[in-house]
């Protein structure tokens, strides 16, 4: 294909480098050294600290939230639109734009000022409000992470799905496992109009699953509410269950302390509780041949085949999750690598976006 002039506009709240903690910025960061690996022109709108093939124009000197401010979320609106002006300033540097911020709702409020087609991937579930949103902004393209966002809403101008894909030769495949089981994502909990809270990612339904299964659990990744895990998590750490790395916000954990949980874990958790547009933490578990138990919500059953690379379960069933995590055995470790290698891939997911931008070109 025609070598292209790509603005990337990537989310401010991490730099964009190759880091496991976030996932919106590992994708975007393996999104563009594909697209550079490949003969693309590709700036990226970002933090100043990042460190991402290509030219990079930065916005903000360091992730937003790494920033001391007397109002965060007024800090973080004033550089996204700082962003927005600088890509309206230089659209004529560029072929087309590719927004992946957060929030995603921003740039298609500015698309009416572009003259260049701005494509846009939202990461987060599509529903209410946002979803209104979008369909009200019908002059951007929409690329969706999963299918389950295009069933849902269907009259958002969605052109295509590209799922995520996993740098494979950085999760190494392994046989053989140990005996725990391992959970790993952001721990923090949502209060709901009616006064209930929910834990999204579902690490109770994790330590609920390990108690009952009497099986170990590691628990590792971001702690963004403090009070949550000292109420929830901290009271049931010992010898079954552990918690892997420092407490903080950022999940302060390396490549290589995470792939070496993956793959050394009898099965990973995804109990979530609400629904999520597509897990990456499923895939990359895989990707080291670690089979999957995960709530059947949203797209989860667009990453596992139910009962050949892990098993799908009700959302908050504890009793089926046991049973699944006791028969986890009969799972082969090499169909769920297979299953990555011909699914979801680095190299697949680059390749799908190439197409995308040459379908959207072609009708502007």
Do not use: W
Request: with cysteine.
């Amino acid at each position: 294909m025609d070598k292209l002039k790509i603005a990337v506009l990537a989310p401010l709240t991490r730099p964009i480098e190759n880091d496991p903690r976030g996932a919106r910025a590992r994708i975007v960061y393996d999104l563009v050294k594909g697209l550079v690996e490949k003969g693309h022109e590709v700036t990226t709108f970002c933090t100043g600290n990042s460190t991402i093939p290509g030219k990079i124009v930065p916005i903000a000197p360091v992730a937003v939230f790494q920033m001391d401010a007397e109002n965060p979320f007024y800090q973080h609106m004033i550089y996204l639109c700082r962003m927005m002006d600088e890509v309206i300033k230089r659209e004529g540097e560029f072929d087309l734009i590719h927004s992946h911020l957060y929030p995603e709702v921003l740039p298609i409020t500015f698309d009416q000022f572009l003259k260049k087609p701005l494509l846009v991937t939202p990461h987060q579930f599509v529903s209410g409000e946002v979803a209104e949103n979008y369909k009200a902004h019908s002059k951007a393209s929409y690329i969706a992470v999963s299918n389950y966002q295009v069933q849902e809403e269907p009259q958002i101008n969605f052109i295509g799905t590209v799922h995520n894909g996993v740098a494979l030769n950085e999760f190494d495949f392994n046989d053989s496992s140990e005996d725990y089981l391992l959970f790993f994502g952001r721990m923090k909990e949502f209060v709901e109009i009616d006064g209930k809270s929910v834990d999204p990612k579902g690490v109770t339904n994790a330590i609920k699953i390990a108690q009952k299964a009497g099986m170990r659990l590691k628990i590792a990744g971001n702690v963004e509410s403090q009070a949550f895990f000292d109420r929830e998590i901290k009271p049931y750490l010992g010898e079954q269950i552990e918690f892997v790395g420092p407490i903080d916000s950022f999940g302060p954990i390396s490549v290589e302390q995470k792939v070496k949980l993956y793959k050394n874990a009898k099965a990973f958790l995804f109990p979530i509780n609400l629904v999520e547009a597509f897990g990456m933490t499923m895939l990359e578990s895989m990707a080291c041949g670690t089979p999957v138990i995960g709530s059947d919500l949203g797209a989860t059953s667009e990453a596992i085949i139910d009962g050949k690379t892990g098993f799908l379960v009700p959302p908050g069933d504890i009793d089926a999750a046991v049973a699944a995590a006791k028969k986890i055995d009969q799972i082969d470790r090499k169909n769920c690598r297979k299953h990555i290698e011909e699914n979801f891939t680095v190299e697949k997911m680059v390749a799908e976006y190439e197409g995308m931008y040459q379908k959207v070109l072609k009708t502007n």
